[in-house]
Protein backbone atom coordinates (compact mmCIF):
# COMPACT_ATOMS: atom_id res chain seq x y z
CA UNK A 1 0.00 0.00 0.00
CA UNK A 2 1.30 3.44 -1.17
CA UNK A 3 0.79 5.97 1.29
CA UNK A 4 -0.24 9.52 0.02
CA UNK A 5 -0.35 13.00 1.47
CA UNK A 6 -1.86 15.85 -0.63
CA UNK A 7 -1.22 19.34 -0.44
CA UNK A 8 -4.30 21.38 -1.45
CA UNK A 9 -6.36 18.21 -1.91
CA UNK A 10 -10.03 20.25 -2.28
CA UNK A 11 -7.96 22.17 -5.73
CA UNK A 12 -8.03 21.35 -9.43
CA UNK A 13 -5.34 18.61 -8.64
CA UNK A 14 -6.03 17.50 -5.42
CA UNK A 15 -9.34 16.55 -6.05
CA UNK A 16 -8.01 14.86 -9.27
CA UNK A 17 -5.40 12.81 -7.42
CA UNK A 18 -8.54 11.86 -5.16
CA UNK A 19 -10.44 10.34 -8.46
CA UNK A 20 -6.58 8.58 -9.37
CA UNK A 21 -7.13 7.04 -5.49
CA UNK A 22 -10.67 6.13 -5.32
CA UNK A 23 -9.60 3.95 -8.91
CA UNK A 24 -6.34 2.19 -7.59
CA UNK A 25 -6.89 1.01 -4.24
CA UNK A 26 -2.98 0.28 -3.67
CA UNK A 27 -3.07 4.35 -2.98
CA UNK A 28 -4.32 5.20 0.56
CA UNK A 29 -5.03 8.71 1.89
CA UNK A 30 -2.69 9.29 4.93
CA UNK A 31 -2.83 12.99 5.01
CA UNK A 32 -4.87 15.82 3.32
CA UNK A 33 -4.27 19.74 3.38
CA UNK A 34 -6.38 22.79 2.30
CA UNK A 35 -6.52 26.79 2.76
CA UNK A 36 -9.95 27.70 3.62
CA UNK A 37 -12.56 24.91 2.05
CA UNK A 38 -13.17 22.69 5.30
CA UNK A 39 -17.07 21.94 3.96
CA UNK A 40 -15.35 19.96 1.19
CA UNK A 41 -12.19 18.83 3.29
CA UNK A 42 -14.54 17.50 5.98
CA UNK A 43 -16.10 15.31 2.94
CA UNK A 44 -13.04 13.85 1.78
CA UNK A 45 -12.15 13.04 5.30
CA UNK A 46 -15.28 11.10 6.11
CA UNK A 47 -14.75 8.83 2.55
CA UNK A 48 -10.41 8.98 2.80
CA UNK A 49 -10.42 8.20 6.23
CA UNK A 50 -6.84 10.37 6.54
CA UNK A 51 -4.82 10.27 10.09
CA UNK A 52 -4.27 14.03 9.46
CA UNK A 53 -5.94 16.73 8.05
CA UNK A 54 -4.20 20.24 7.70
CA UNK A 55 -6.42 23.57 6.90
CA UNK A 56 -4.15 26.93 6.75
CA UNK A 57 -6.10 29.07 8.37
CA UNK A 58 -6.57 28.32 11.70
CA UNK A 59 -10.09 29.63 12.84
CA UNK A 60 -11.31 27.18 10.34
CA UNK A 61 -8.67 24.46 11.63
CA UNK A 62 -10.53 24.80 14.75
CA UNK A 63 -14.41 24.72 12.96
CA UNK A 64 -13.09 21.48 11.36
CA UNK A 65 -12.04 19.93 14.70
CA UNK A 66 -15.75 20.20 15.38
CA UNK A 67 -16.89 18.94 12.80
CA UNK A 68 -14.66 15.70 12.51
CA UNK A 69 -14.42 15.16 16.28
CA UNK A 70 -16.60 11.57 15.52
CA UNK A 71 -13.93 10.60 13.28
CA UNK A 72 -10.11 9.48 13.84
CA UNK A 73 -8.17 12.47 12.12
CA UNK A 74 -6.67 14.77 13.75
CA UNK A 75 -6.81 18.02 12.70
CA UNK A 76 -3.58 20.68 12.15
CA UNK A 77 -3.51 24.28 11.21
CA UNK A 78 -0.71 26.78 9.59
CA UNK A 79 2.10 25.90 8.35
CA UNK A 80 3.48 23.47 11.27
CA UNK A 81 0.78 21.76 10.57
CA UNK A 82 1.65 21.71 6.43
CA UNK A 83 5.43 20.73 8.15
CA UNK A 84 3.76 17.79 10.23
CA UNK A 85 1.73 16.05 7.90
CA UNK A 86 4.18 15.91 5.22
CA UNK A 87 6.96 14.17 7.31
CA UNK A 88 4.58 11.59 8.96
CA UNK A 89 6.49 8.28 9.02
CA UNK A 90 4.07 6.65 7.25
CA UNK A 91 4.08 8.86 4.13
CA UNK A 92 5.74 7.80 0.94
CA UNK A 93 5.10 10.49 -1.52
CA UNK A 94 4.14 13.70 -0.89
CA UNK A 95 1.44 15.29 -4.09
CA UNK A 96 2.64 19.06 -3.99
CA UNK A 97 -1.15 20.53 -5.20
CA UNK A 98 -1.00 23.68 -3.05
CA UNK A 99 -0.63 26.87 -5.73
CA UNK A 100 2.07 29.58 -4.85
CA UNK A 101 5.53 30.14 -3.00
CA UNK A 102 3.46 28.82 0.17
CA UNK A 103 4.57 25.43 -0.83
CA UNK A 104 8.50 25.85 -0.42
CA UNK A 105 8.69 25.04 2.71
CA UNK A 106 6.61 21.80 3.29
CA UNK A 107 8.17 20.51 -0.43
CA UNK A 108 11.73 20.83 1.49
CA UNK A 109 10.62 19.53 4.50
CA UNK A 110 9.37 16.31 2.78
CA UNK A 111 12.34 15.88 1.17
CA UNK A 112 14.48 16.43 4.20
CA UNK A 113 12.13 13.30 5.62
CA UNK A 114 13.28 11.33 2.39
CA UNK A 115 9.45 11.25 0.81
CA UNK A 116 9.62 11.23 -2.70
CA UNK A 117 7.89 14.50 -4.61
CA UNK A 118 4.94 14.20 -7.45
CA UNK A 119 5.44 18.32 -7.94
CA UNK A 120 2.34 19.92 -9.00
CA UNK A 121 3.22 22.79 -7.87
CA UNK A 122 5.46 24.68 -10.08
CA UNK A 123 6.37 27.61 -8.12
CA UNK A 124 8.52 25.80 -5.69
CA UNK A 125 10.52 25.22 -8.57
CA UNK A 126 10.64 28.50 -10.17
CA UNK A 127 11.82 30.21 -6.91
CA UNK A 128 13.78 27.27 -5.38
CA UNK A 129 14.81 25.12 -7.94
CA UNK A 130 19.10 25.40 -7.12
CA UNK A 131 17.93 24.27 -3.40
CA UNK A 132 15.30 21.47 -3.94
CA UNK A 133 17.11 19.91 -6.76
CA UNK A 134 20.36 19.54 -5.19
CA UNK A 135 18.66 18.34 -1.68
CA UNK A 136 16.84 15.94 -3.51
CA UNK A 137 19.28 14.16 -5.16
CA UNK A 138 21.26 14.32 -1.79
CA UNK A 139 19.05 12.63 0.15
CA UNK A 140 17.87 9.86 -2.85
CA UNK A 141 14.63 11.36 -3.24
CA UNK A 142 12.39 11.05 -6.68
CA UNK A 143 10.76 14.74 -7.39
CA UNK A 144 8.03 12.99 -10.18
CA UNK A 145 6.50 15.80 -12.55
CA UNK A 146 3.35 15.99 -12.68
CA UNK A 147 2.72 19.16 -14.65
CA UNK A 148 1.19 17.95 -18.25
CA UNK A 149 4.62 19.27 -20.04
CA UNK A 150 7.11 18.37 -17.41
CA UNK A 151 5.79 14.57 -17.33
CA UNK A 152 5.34 14.58 -21.17
CA UNK A 153 9.52 15.08 -20.87
CA UNK A 154 10.22 12.54 -18.14
CA UNK A 155 8.42 10.01 -20.28
CA UNK A 156 9.82 11.16 -23.31
CA UNK A 157 13.40 11.06 -21.76
CA UNK A 158 12.48 7.32 -19.87
CA UNK A 159 16.02 5.39 -20.57
CA UNK A 160 17.56 7.96 -22.69
CA UNK A 161 20.63 9.81 -22.04
CA UNK A 162 20.32 13.06 -20.65
CA UNK A 163 23.44 14.32 -21.83
CA UNK A 164 22.02 13.61 -25.36
CA UNK A 165 19.09 16.48 -25.33
CA UNK A 166 19.29 18.54 -28.23
CA UNK A 167 16.66 21.13 -26.93
CA UNK A 168 13.53 20.17 -25.23
CA UNK A 169 9.90 21.03 -27.05
CA UNK A 170 7.84 22.60 -24.56
CA UNK A 171 4.31 22.85 -26.06
CA UNK A 172 1.63 25.22 -25.27
CA UNK A 173 -1.73 25.79 -25.91
CA UNK A 174 -1.54 29.16 -26.60
CA UNK A 175 -4.57 29.97 -23.87
CA UNK A 176 -7.89 32.09 -24.70
CA UNK A 177 -6.26 35.12 -26.44
CA UNK A 178 -4.04 32.98 -28.82
CA UNK A 179 -3.18 35.18 -32.35
CA UNK A 180 -4.36 38.38 -30.21
CA UNK A 181 -2.55 41.57 -30.83
CA UNK A 182 -1.98 44.32 -27.50
CA UNK A 183 -5.14 46.57 -28.69
CA UNK A 184 -7.68 43.72 -28.56
CA UNK A 185 -5.91 42.38 -24.88
CA UNK A 186 -6.60 45.77 -23.44
CA UNK A 187 -10.31 45.07 -23.90
CA UNK A 188 -10.62 41.29 -22.62
CA UNK A 189 -12.29 40.85 -19.46
CA UNK A 190 -11.90 38.40 -16.47
CA UNK A 191 -14.64 36.10 -17.79
CA UNK A 192 -12.61 35.82 -20.79
CA UNK A 193 -9.57 35.38 -19.05
CA UNK A 194 -10.57 32.14 -16.81
CA UNK A 195 -12.07 30.29 -20.57
CA UNK A 196 -8.82 28.04 -21.04
CA UNK A 197 -9.72 26.33 -24.52
CA UNK A 198 -8.53 22.95 -23.63
CA UNK A 199 -7.80 22.66 -19.54
CA UNK A 200 -10.51 22.94 -16.72
CA UNK A 201 -7.91 24.34 -13.98
CA UNK A 202 -7.56 26.32 -10.63
CA UNK A 203 -8.10 30.32 -11.37
CA UNK A 204 -4.45 31.30 -10.72
CA UNK A 205 -2.93 28.89 -13.39
CA UNK A 206 -5.61 29.84 -15.61
CA UNK A 207 -5.21 33.55 -15.85
CA UNK A 208 -1.73 32.50 -16.39
CA UNK A 209 -2.18 30.06 -18.91
CA UNK A 210 -3.51 32.91 -20.81
CA UNK A 211 -0.77 35.46 -20.67
CA UNK A 212 1.42 32.77 -21.53
CA UNK A 213 3.22 33.24 -17.84
CA UNK A 214 2.49 29.81 -17.49
CA UNK A 215 4.80 28.94 -19.78
CA UNK A 216 7.41 31.03 -18.61
CA UNK A 217 7.07 29.37 -15.53
CA UNK A 218 6.95 25.85 -17.13
CA UNK A 219 10.66 26.97 -18.81
CA UNK A 220 11.95 27.57 -15.17
CA UNK A 221 10.66 24.63 -13.86
CA UNK A 222 12.06 22.35 -17.02
CA UNK A 223 15.24 24.06 -16.40
CA UNK A 224 15.34 22.34 -12.67
CA UNK A 225 13.59 19.13 -13.57
CA UNK A 226 15.81 18.48 -16.61
CA UNK A 227 19.33 19.81 -16.37
CA UNK A 228 19.34 22.24 -19.01
CA UNK A 229 19.70 26.09 -19.99
CA UNK A 230 16.39 28.14 -20.94
CA UNK A 231 18.29 28.27 -24.00
CA UNK A 232 17.65 24.49 -24.82
CA UNK A 233 14.24 25.21 -24.14
CA UNK A 234 11.78 26.02 -27.17
CA UNK A 235 8.26 26.54 -26.70
CA UNK A 236 5.94 25.57 -29.50
CA UNK A 237 2.56 26.61 -29.55
CA UNK A 238 0.11 23.73 -30.42
CA UNK A 239 -3.32 24.75 -29.94
CA UNK A 240 -5.20 21.35 -29.70
CA UNK A 241 -3.10 20.30 -26.28
CA UNK A 242 -2.89 16.64 -27.46
CA UNK A 243 0.85 16.88 -27.70
CA UNK A 244 2.21 17.65 -24.21
CA UNK A 245 6.16 17.88 -25.02
CA UNK A 246 9.04 16.69 -26.95
CA UNK A 247 12.40 16.20 -26.73
CA UNK A 248 14.98 16.68 -29.52
CA UNK A 249 18.24 14.46 -29.26
CA UNK A 250 21.35 14.87 -30.95
CA UNK A 251 20.76 12.64 -33.70
CA UNK A 252 17.76 14.96 -34.64
CA UNK A 253 15.50 12.37 -33.27
CA UNK A 254 12.58 14.06 -31.59
CA UNK A 255 10.11 11.62 -29.12
CA UNK A 256 7.06 13.15 -28.10
CA UNK A 257 4.16 12.08 -25.29
CA UNK A 258 0.70 12.21 -26.49
CA UNK A 259 -2.83 11.94 -24.60
CA UNK A 260 -5.72 13.94 -24.32
CA UNK A 261 -5.65 16.87 -22.26
CA UNK A 262 -6.41 15.34 -19.29
CA UNK A 263 -3.97 15.62 -15.06
CA UNK A 264 -5.28 12.07 -13.94
CA UNK A 265 -2.44 10.54 -16.45
CA UNK A 266 0.14 12.78 -15.42
CA UNK A 267 -0.97 12.30 -11.58
CA UNK A 268 -1.39 8.70 -12.29
CA UNK A 269 1.80 8.15 -13.62
CA UNK A 270 3.30 10.14 -11.03
CA UNK A 271 2.48 8.16 -7.95
CA UNK A 272 2.80 4.81 -9.41
CA UNK A 273 6.17 5.55 -11.13
CA UNK A 274 7.74 3.65 -13.07
CA UNK A 275 4.55 1.27 -13.14
CA UNK A 276 1.69 1.87 -16.07
CA UNK A 277 -1.82 0.79 -15.12
CA UNK A 278 -4.91 1.10 -17.28
CA UNK A 279 -6.92 4.06 -16.34
CA UNK A 280 -10.70 5.29 -17.44
CA UNK A 281 -11.35 8.10 -19.77
CA UNK A 282 -11.05 9.56 -23.19
CA UNK A 283 -8.29 7.71 -25.30
CA UNK A 284 -6.81 9.69 -28.50
CA UNK A 285 -8.60 8.61 -32.10
CA UNK A 286 -6.87 9.52 -35.10
CA UNK A 287 -9.36 8.85 -37.11
CA UNK A 288 -11.45 11.37 -35.12
CA UNK A 289 -8.60 13.63 -35.08
CA UNK A 290 -9.12 16.46 -36.80
CA UNK A 291 -5.72 17.98 -37.35
CA UNK A 292 -2.42 18.94 -34.96
CA UNK A 293 -1.16 21.93 -35.29
CA UNK A 294 1.92 24.42 -34.99
CA UNK A 295 2.46 27.83 -34.09
CA UNK A 296 5.52 30.20 -32.66
CA UNK A 297 4.76 32.16 -29.83
CA UNK A 298 4.27 35.36 -30.41
CA UNK A 299 6.45 37.18 -27.47
CA UNK A 300 6.54 40.58 -28.18
CA UNK A 301 2.68 40.20 -27.52
CA UNK A 302 2.43 38.21 -24.68
CA UNK A 303 5.41 39.60 -22.51
CA UNK A 304 5.29 37.45 -19.83
CA UNK A 305 7.17 34.62 -21.67
CA UNK A 306 9.66 36.88 -22.99
CA UNK A 307 10.30 37.74 -19.40
CA UNK A 308 10.22 34.36 -17.99
CA UNK A 309 13.28 33.42 -20.45
CA UNK A 310 15.20 36.56 -19.20
CA UNK A 311 14.42 35.53 -15.42
CA UNK A 312 15.64 32.10 -15.98
CA UNK A 313 18.95 33.03 -18.19
CA UNK A 314 19.55 35.87 -14.74
CA UNK A 315 19.26 33.33 -12.14
CA UNK A 316 19.60 33.96 -8.49
CA UNK A 317 16.66 35.94 -7.15
CA UNK A 318 15.01 37.20 -10.17
CA UNK A 319 12.85 34.08 -10.84
CA UNK A 320 11.39 34.74 -7.89
CA UNK A 321 10.65 38.41 -8.42
CA UNK A 322 8.92 36.83 -11.59
CA UNK A 323 6.98 34.88 -9.60
CA UNK A 324 5.79 36.87 -6.60
CA UNK A 325 4.99 39.82 -9.09
CA UNK A 326 3.32 37.29 -10.83
CA UNK A 327 0.88 35.92 -7.71
CA UNK A 328 0.24 39.32 -6.49
CA UNK A 329 -0.99 40.92 -9.94
CA UNK A 330 -3.06 37.97 -10.49
CA UNK A 331 -4.51 37.93 -7.67
CA UNK A 332 -5.21 42.04 -8.17
CA UNK A 333 -6.90 40.95 -11.54
CA UNK A 334 -9.22 38.03 -9.89
CA UNK A 335 -10.36 41.05 -7.37
CA UNK A 336 -11.09 43.18 -10.12
CA UNK A 337 -8.57 45.46 -8.61
CA UNK A 338 -6.11 46.20 -12.15
CA UNK A 339 -6.85 45.78 -15.83
CA UNK A 340 -5.37 42.32 -17.92
CA UNK A 341 -2.52 44.52 -19.22
CA UNK A 342 -1.23 45.24 -15.63
CA UNK A 343 -0.31 41.98 -14.81
CA UNK A 344 2.65 41.76 -17.30
CA UNK A 345 3.39 45.84 -16.35
CA UNK A 346 3.86 44.54 -12.96
CA UNK A 347 6.16 42.16 -13.45
CA UNK A 348 8.12 44.12 -15.54
CA UNK A 349 8.51 46.95 -13.45
CA UNK A 350 9.00 45.23 -10.15
CA UNK A 351 12.49 42.69 -12.54
CA UNK A 352 13.75 46.52 -13.58
CA UNK A 353 13.47 47.62 -10.01
CA UNK A 354 15.05 44.40 -8.36
CA UNK A 355 18.68 44.27 -7.04
CA UNK A 356 19.87 40.87 -7.81
CA UNK A 357 20.87 38.21 -5.35
CA UNK A 358 23.16 35.51 -6.71
CA UNK A 359 22.35 32.40 -4.54
CA UNK A 360 18.83 33.06 -2.51
CA UNK A 361 18.33 30.99 0.82
CA UNK A 362 15.40 30.07 1.71
CA UNK A 363 14.59 33.21 4.04
CA UNK A 364 15.99 35.86 1.29
CA UNK A 365 13.57 34.19 -0.98
CA UNK A 366 11.10 34.47 1.48
CA UNK A 367 12.08 38.34 2.04
CA UNK A 368 12.68 39.48 -1.50
CA UNK A 369 8.37 38.07 -2.09
CA UNK A 370 7.21 39.86 0.74
CA UNK A 371 9.01 43.09 -0.18
CA UNK A 372 7.82 42.35 -4.22
CA UNK A 373 4.25 42.08 -2.46
CA UNK A 374 4.49 45.38 -0.81
CA UNK A 375 5.80 47.30 -3.13
CA UNK A 376 2.85 46.16 -5.53
CA UNK A 377 0.32 46.92 -2.67
CA UNK A 378 2.15 50.43 -2.18
CA UNK A 379 1.97 51.22 -6.28
CA UNK A 380 -0.72 49.76 -7.85
N1 LIG B 1 -4.93 22.54 -12.33
C1 LIG B 1 -4.12 21.98 -13.21
O1 LIG B 1 -4.57 21.31 -14.15
C2 LIG B 1 -2.64 22.16 -13.08
C3 LIG B 1 -2.08 22.77 -11.97
N2 LIG B 1 -0.73 22.87 -11.84
C4 LIG B 1 -0.17 23.49 -10.65
O2 LIG B 1 -0.69 22.83 -9.50
C5 LIG B 1 -0.84 23.74 -8.43
C6 LIG B 1 -2.30 23.70 -7.95
O3 LIG B 1 -3.10 24.19 -9.01
P1 LIG B 1 -4.70 24.01 -8.99
O4 LIG B 1 -5.04 22.68 -8.47
O5 LIG B 1 -5.15 24.41 -10.33
O6 LIG B 1 -5.11 25.14 -7.93
P2 LIG B 1 -6.48 25.33 -7.19
O7 LIG B 1 -6.63 26.78 -6.95
O8 LIG B 1 -7.58 24.60 -7.86
O9 LIG B 1 -6.24 24.59 -5.78
C7 LIG B 1 -5.30 25.07 -4.86
C8 LIG B 1 -5.32 24.20 -3.62
O10 LIG B 1 -4.36 24.69 -2.71
C9 LIG B 1 -5.00 24.91 -1.44
N3 LIG B 1 -4.31 25.97 -0.73
C10 LIG B 1 -4.15 27.27 -1.14
N4 LIG B 1 -3.43 27.94 -0.22
C11 LIG B 1 -3.15 27.05 0.78
C12 LIG B 1 -2.45 27.13 1.99
N5 LIG B 1 -1.89 28.28 2.41
N6 LIG B 1 -2.34 26.02 2.77
C13 LIG B 1 -2.89 24.85 2.38
N7 LIG B 1 -3.58 24.71 1.21
C14 LIG B 1 -3.70 25.80 0.43
C15 LIG B 1 -6.42 25.24 -1.80
O11 LIG B 1 -7.27 25.09 -0.67
P3 LIG B 1 -8.72 25.83 -0.59
O12 LIG B 1 -9.59 25.10 -1.56
O13 LIG B 1 -9.15 25.64 0.81
O14 LIG B 1 -8.48 27.25 -0.96
C16 LIG B 1 -6.66 24.21 -2.89
O15 LIG B 1 -6.87 22.94 -2.32
C17 LIG B 1 -0.40 25.12 -8.95
O16 LIG B 1 0.93 25.32 -8.62
C18 LIG B 1 -0.54 24.96 -10.46
O17 LIG B 1 0.33 25.79 -11.18
C19 LIG B 1 0.12 22.38 -12.79
C20 LIG B 1 -0.38 21.80 -13.91
C21 LIG B 1 -1.79 21.65 -14.15
C1 LIG C 1 -2.47 21.11 -17.65
C2 LIG C 1 -1.21 21.84 -17.55
O1 LIG C 1 -0.15 21.27 -17.43
C3 LIG C 1 -1.24 23.31 -17.65
O2 LIG C 1 -0.04 23.87 -17.14
C4 LIG C 1 -1.43 23.62 -19.08
O3 LIG C 1 -0.19 23.43 -19.70
C5 LIG C 1 -1.92 24.99 -19.30
O4 LIG C 1 -2.03 25.22 -20.65
P1 LIG C 1 -1.15 26.29 -21.45
O5 LIG C 1 -0.35 25.49 -22.41
O6 LIG C 1 -2.23 27.11 -22.09
O7 LIG C 1 -0.34 27.08 -20.49
MN1 LIG D 1 1.50 22.64 -17.69
Known amino acids: MKQIAILGSTGSIGTQTLDVVRENKDLSVAALAAGTNIEQLEKQIREFKPAYAA ?13 VK ?11 GLIKIVTLDQINIVVTA ?14 EAGKDIALAN ?22 LPVDSEHSAIF ?37 DALKHPNWSMGKKITIDSSTMVNKGLEVIEAKWLFNVSVDEIQVVIQPQSIIHSMVEFVDGSIIAQLGMP ?22 VDFAKLASITFESPDMDTFKGLKLAYSA ?69
Open 262 to 283: DMKLPILYALLYPERRNMHGER
Open 70 to 80: DTNTRVVSGMD
Open 122 to 143: KETLVTAGHIIMPLAIEKGVKI
Open 155 to 191: QALNGENPKQINKILLTASGGPFRGMKLDDLAKVSLE
Open 312 to 380: GKTGGSMPTVLNAANEKAVSKFLNREIAYLDIVRIIEQCMNEHKLVDNPNIEQIIEIEKSVHELIESRW
Open 98 to 111: IVGMIGIRPTIAAI
Open 55 to 67: VWDEQKAKELTVL
